[in-house]
């Protein structure tokens, strides 16, 4: 739920082989989207809606390295969840 409401968005990349979207926000300029952009990424985390969003900033200089870390950072937190999981189970 959204807002009290059903709301279906749909991401503009789906990485299956992650499991994780990519959205690209390409409307910085305006501050109504990235008002939007920025509720949409609340709704994310509290779903638990795993991915990354870039802008056009993020393809200059070392950007695409970044994207490589900011992916690497959100599997390594799903790896944390998994063992700190089967620890709390007495594993």
């Known amino acids: 739920m959204d807002r009290e409401r059903t709301r279906t968005w ?3 990349f789906y990485r299956p082989e992650y499991g ?3 959205e690209y926000c390409g409307m910085n300029d305006d501050p109504g989207y990235r008002k939007r952009v920025e509720h949409k990424r609340e709704v994310y985390r509290e779903t638990g ?3 990354v969003f870039r802008n056009e900033d ?3 200089g070392d950007g695409p ?3 490589l870390e900011q992916r690497e950072e959100v599997l390594q937190k799903r790896m944390d969840r998994f063992y700190r999981r089967g620890t709390r189970m007495g594993r």
């Open 20 to 22: 994780m979207i990519v």
């Open 10 to 12: 749909y991401p503009d």
């Open 65 to 67: 390295g970044r994207i």
């Open 58 to 60: 993020s393809f200059q």
């Open 49 to 51: 809606t795993e991915g």
